[in-house]
């Protein structure tokens, strides 16, 4: 059993920026890792992955409505048991409880970010986006 908690959530200003963490209560996290947002009143949406470390070379996708602002990544080994998203240039869309999951389908369409079976998912971190 692998459990996932999320941190860095937080209130920030209309282009202001934040850092959130996903750390695993194992030493290595050998999943495809996403993180998935989800406003009041609508679904829960994929916005980025990153490829399980075991195949290679660190790959990362993102949905459309984030890319060029948000940035998924791990420090240190590629199989280190921490994710992390970094949002910069946030806007009030982007508010809404943040979560992470694994092992998830990445790269992925749209906001639609399958995940496997036996996945794992954090209770999730708030993010307000409010001047």
């Known amino acids: 059993q692998v459990h996932l908690v999320e941190s860095g959530g937080g209130l920030v200003q209309p282009g202001g920026s934040l850092r959130l963490s996903c750390t695993a209560s194992?030493?290595?996290?050998?999943?495809?890792v996403g993180w998935f947002r989800e406003a009041p009143g609508k679904e829960r949406e994929g916005i980025a992955c990153i490829i399980n470390p075991l195949l290679g070379s660190v790959s990362t996708d993102y949905a459309d409505s984030v890319k060029g602002r948000f940035t998924i990544f791990r420090e240190g080994p590629k199989n280190s048991n921490t994710v992390y998203l970094q949002m910069n240039n946030l806007k009030p869309e982007d508010a809404g409880r943040y979560y992470c999951a694994a092992p998830v389908v990445c790269p992925f369409h749209g906001n639609y970010m399958p995940t496997y079976d036996g996945n794992y998912w954090g209770q999730g971190t708030q993010v307000t986006v409010s001047a």
């Open positions: 194992v030493a290595h996290l050998n999943y495809a």
